[in-house]
């Protein structure tokens, strides 16, 4: 067909099967994509080869992106429900809280290897995550496919140490990041439901794991609270497809059109999450255990003014589409955490 249109040696070729050779016999250049150096002299002795394009170099560094240790950092939610209960000098307790952050950590790392595998097409068309190592070629769809059940095994077997409860919620968790990265992800507002979700499971997790009791309020709180973080890593990304002159997020289930309206659901959900705290600090258990339960109203500001913010940045098209690699990366942001460590010591937990 290429003869017919071009003419024999009328056209240049790309190419790296043995079944393009039949090709190059006929092209007027070759070019050799991702293979060997001998396979390379075999295309030079049927035509003109003008350049051998190799493969991306993929080194540790490469799999500690495919991997996204950073977002290890969420799963600290795991010792919580510890900290909440003031059980934290329990040794055998925290103990239990490290094993289930090693598990959900490396469970994590494994669906970030199948997501970016599902999301190849999608990743590519986008501005930033066309970077990622499948979807610049830097590791190979094999190397994925064998890392991901690999690292889902590594998780899966220290899990059975822990209780049952905690292996069931563990399950779940995986079940719904699945369905996350299959389908709910291109479902507009399901999608953001589904990531507080998963948030919320990993404190309820921490507590099966240290069999602490998971207070209801904390998992309100946290159920608004990364709702919000959820709706701004969306409102983020469709400022992106908007300086671009698109209409859609691509494999996402929003349009440009949706903006105002995902930063409003976005804002009232991070105020809720501060209202369910506030009302809490009011509920009389309070007092049952912190000796100065008033100093907690001095969290409320704090966290106002940090989510205030985070949206003012996101508004002004300041901020990092993960909300998560924005607060790591951020000092303000360690200085709040500070803060409002500060004002849980001096509450004094009795």
Excluded at 62 to 70: I, K, M, P, S, T
Excluded at 215 to 225: I, N
Excluded at 242 to 263: A, H, I, Q, S, W
Aim: net charge positive; aromatic share 12%.
């Amino acid at each position: 067909m290429l003869v017919d249109r071009f003419g024999k040696g009328g056209f240049d070729y790309a190419g790296n099967e043995h079944v393009d050779l039949a090709v190059w016999t006929e092209a007027r250049r070759a070019i050799v994509v991702n293979h060997s150096a001998r396979f390379a002299r075999r295309v030079e002795e049927l035509c003109e080869l003008e350049m051998v394009i190799r493969p991306p170099k993929s080194g540790p560094g490469v799999w500690l992106r495919a991997l996204r240790f950073h977002q290890w950092a969420k799963n600290l939610l795991i010792f919580v429900p510890l900290l909440g209960a003031h059980q934290w000098h329990n040794l055998s307790k925290l103990a239990a809280a490290m094993l289930a952050f090693f598990v959900f950590s490396i469970c994590a790392s494994s669906v970030y290897l199948l997501n970016d595998l599902f999301d190849l097409e999608a990743d590519r068309r986008h501005a930033r995550k066309r970077h990622r190592p499948f979807a610049s070629g830097r590791l190979t769809l094999r190397a994925g496919m064998i890392g991901a059940p690999l690292l889902l095994l590594a998780s899966v077997l220290p899990a059975l140490l822990l209780p049952p409860a905690f292996v069931m919620t563990f399950a779940g968790y995986y079940l719904l990041t699945l369905l996350y990265s299959l389908r709910f992800k291109q479902l507009e507002i399901l999608d953001v439901l589904t990531l507080a979700a998963l948030y919320s499971i990993r404190v309820v997790a921490g507590g099966h794991a240290a069999q602490v009791a998971v207070s209801d309020w904390l998992l309100v709180f946290s159920l608004f609270f990364f709702l919000s973080l959820a709706f701004v890593k969306r409102f983020t990304e469709l400022q992106l497809v908007l300086r671009g002159n698109n209409d859609r997020v691509p494999g996402r289930g929003y349009r440009v059109g949706d903006l105002e309206l995902v930063g409003a659901m976005g804002v009232a959900s991070g105020y809720l999450a501060v209202l369910v705290l506030a009302i809490y600090i009011t509920n009389p258990v309070v007092t049952q255990l912190y000796a100065n339960p008033a100093a907690l109203w001095f969290a409320c500001p704090v966290l106002l003014y940090w989510i205030s913010r985070v949206w003012l940045l996101a508004h002004r098209g300041l901020l990092h589409d993960d909300p998560i690699v924005f607060a790591l990366k951020d000092k303000l942001s360690w200085l709040i955490c500070l803060i409002l460590f500060i004002i849980g010591a001096i509450a004094l937990p009795k």
